[in-house]
C-alpha cells in the first residue's frame, strides 16, 4: 500500500541517485544485465495509456524484477503475471478498496486475494505502480508474512526508480523522508525496536503517523543498501528462517543494539 504524500519530492538528483544505483548494481550484478520478458499486464480504465508511458513502465518494471532476483534465490520467472490495474477515476478505483475509517486512503494498494496491483492515476502515478509491483513480487517470494519494515520499506525503495533522458535507469532518494527521520531522532520521536514490532497491516496504516512508518521504513532500506546492501538478502535468508526483525538484524551487524547505533550515526 501506498501513502499520499509523494507531491512533497522535489525534482529527481542525478548525482546521489547514480551513486544509490551503482551501489545497487554491485550487489545485484549476477544478473542485472540478463534481458528477459515478464508477463506484465497494464489495463488502464477509463482512458488509454500513451504508447511512451507503456513501454516505459515494461522497463522499469522488468528492472524491478531483476532487481528483486538480486535479493532472493527464487529468480522471478519470466511467465509470473503482473497486473496493474490503473483507474483515471478516484470512486472507481476504491471500488476494490476495503474501505475502513481507521486506515488512510491510499495512492495505490495490491491486493494478495487475486495479486493484482491497483493504482490511482495521480501525477505521481509511476512511482505508486512501482511501489505496488514490489509488494507483488514480494508475494512471489513466499513473503506475505514478511515484516512491514522490511516489505514496505523496499517498495519505498524501489518506488523511486526512473528513467533518465529516455536512456539509462536509476533509482533517485527520497531526500523529504530521510530529512524527517533526522528529525524524529533528533525529538526523540523514534522507538527503533517498538517500530520494527509493528506486523499487521492494519496498525501500519493507522492514519496516526502513517507518514513516519514509511520515512523510518524506507530510511532503514536506504541505510543498509546504501552501507552494506549484500545485508539485505542475508535479512531475508535470516527472516525464511523464521527468525524475528532484531535477530535477523543483530545476526548481520554483530548484535541488534549495534545495528540500532549505526543506524543512527548514519542519520545523525
Ligand atoms: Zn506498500
Not at 53 to 77: C, H, S, W
Not at 111 to 124: I, L
Not at 137 to 155: A, D, Q, T
Request: proline share 3%.
Amino acid at each position: 500500500m501506498k501513502n499520499l504524500d509523494k507531491l512533497k519530492q522535489p525534482p529527481k538528483v542525478a548525482t546521489a541517485s547514480k551513486l544509490i544505483l551503482l551501489l545497487a548494481v554491485i550487489f545485484f550484478s549476477f544478473i542485472y544485465f540478463n534481458a528477459f520478458a515478464q508477463k506484465i499486464t497494464i489495463n488502464a480504465i477509463g482512458y488509454k495509456l500513451a504508447e511512451a508511458d507503456t513501454v516505459a513502465l515494461n522497463r522499469l518494471v522488468k528492472q524491478e524484477a531483476n532487481l528483486y532476483n538480486g535479493l532472493f534465490d527464487n529468480a522471478i520467472p519470466d511467465s509470473l503475471p503482473v497486473v496493474i490495474n490503473i483507474y483515471k477515476n478516484r470512486k472507481e478505483f476504491l471500488q476494490e478498496w476495503n474501505d475502513n475509517k481507521e486506515i488512510m486512503l491510499p495512492g495505490g494498494y495490491y491486493k494478495p486475494t487475486n495479486q493484482q496491483c491497483y493504482v490511482y492515476k495521480d501525477g505521481n502515478y509511476f512511482s505508486v505502480i512501482l511501489h505496488e509491483v514490489s509488494h507483488r513480487f514480494m508475494h512471489y517470494n513466499n513473503y506475505s508474512g514478511v515484516p512491514k519494515w522490511i516489505n514496505e520499506g523496499l517498495s519505498e525503495f524501489f518506488e523511486a526508480l526512473y528513467i533518465a533522458d529516455n536512456k539509462g535507469i536509476y533509482v533517485d532518494e527520497q531526500t523529504p523522508r530521510l530529512k524527517r527521520v533526522k528529525d524524529y531522532l533528533k525529538d526523540n520521536r523514534l522507538n527503533l525496536k517498538e517500530f520494527l514490532s509493528i506486523d499487521t497491516q492494519q496498525a501500519w496504516n493507522k492514519k496516526d503517523d502513517v507518514t513516519l512508518r514509511f520515512d523510518v521504513a524506507y530510511s532503514i532500506l536506504f541505510f543498509i543498501i546504501k552501507t552494506h546492501p549484500e545485508f539485505i538478502k542475508q535479512i531475508f535468508a535470516a527472516l525464511k528462517q523464521g527468525k524475528d526483525s532484531y535477530t535477523a538484524l543483530g545476526f548481520v551487524y554483530g548484535s541488534y543494539q549495534l545495528f540500532e547505533t549505526r543506524f543512527k550515526q548514519f542519520y545523525r
